[in-house]
């Protein structure tokens, strides 16, 4: 069951990392994704990261966030910089425990078998 952290009330211009550990074996052969709910509106995908290092993000945060993993603390993180108003949203972490071959990572949330709780983000403009 991954669990977030690291989420808070930013000010536009800040930068905030996220984290997320995933407790028990095989976390370096899963597939790891950042999705986000802002208010009122439908879950979307930030980014992802395959267990082979590939990495996938949304147009939105290219440039700004960045996705990395550290497999022998079973922690995958989420960098963000320049944050915006925007971004604004609960960040969820979760695992794509089916991934095979390839490099890229799924952007779908039906991919993904196990999620956290999520995590706030706040930016204030």
């Known amino acids: 069951q991954p669990v977030e952290s690291g989420g808070r009330l930013v000010q536009a211009g800040d930068s905030l990392t996220l984290s997320c550990a995933v407790s028990?074996?095989?976390?370096?052969?899963?597939?790891m994704g950042w999705f986000r709910q802002p208010p009122g509106r439908e879950r979307e995908f930030v980014a992802a990261?395959?267990?082979?290092?590939?990495?996938k993000y949304i147009d939105s945060v290219k440039g700004r966030f960045t996705i990395s993993r550290d497999n022998a603390n079973n922690t995958v993180y989420l960098q963000m910089t320049s944050l915006k108003p925007e971004d604004t949203a609960v960040y969820f972490c979760?695992?794509?425990?089916?991934?095979?071959?390839?490099?890229?990572?799924?952007?779908?949330?039906?991919?993904?078998?196990?999620w956290g709780q999520g995590t706030q983000v706040t930016v204030s403009s």
């Open positions: 979760a695992a794509d425990l089916s991934s095979t071959g390839g490099t890229v990572p799924s952007d779908r949330a039906k991919d993904y078998d196990y």
């Open positions: 028990g074996r095989g976390f370096s052969s899963y597939d």
């Open positions: 990261m395959h267990w082979n290092g590939g990495t």
